[in-house]
């Protein structure tokens, strides 16, 4: 997972807003290396997912599952999700919402 620290686009009016987070998935390896060498992203360390406010009960159903950190929530189907914490797929949008806010950093804020 990456941080954009500058405005990426997609293409087809896909754009990465500076501070969002991203799995760069449609890049190859020797373009993200690129972007990570002109400082355009930079890797992120998720946080596990316990220690995200109000997320220790969460955390424990997703462990089993295989689901430790924010990353591999946000990379998780969200059938998946909906199945493991016994909850409807709209839930599941709002808090993979809510985990991408807690990795986005507003530009100006970085630290």
Known sequence: MYRA????????????????????????????AKLLEVGAVAEIHPPP?????????????????????????????????ARALRVKLPTVKRLKADVERWLTVEPGKRG
């Not at 406010?53 to 059938?79: C, M, N, Y």
């Open 5 to 32: 620290l500058r405005r990426l686009d997609r293409g087809k009016g896909k754009i990465i807003e500076i501070g969002k987070p991203t799995r760069l998935q449609w890049l190859n390896s020797e373009q993200i």
């Open 49 to 81: 997912l316990a220690e995200l406010p109000g997320w220790r009960t969460r955390a424990k159903k997703l462990k089993s599952k295989g689901i430790e950190d924010a990353a591999q929530f946000l990379a998780s189907e969200d059938a998946e999700l």
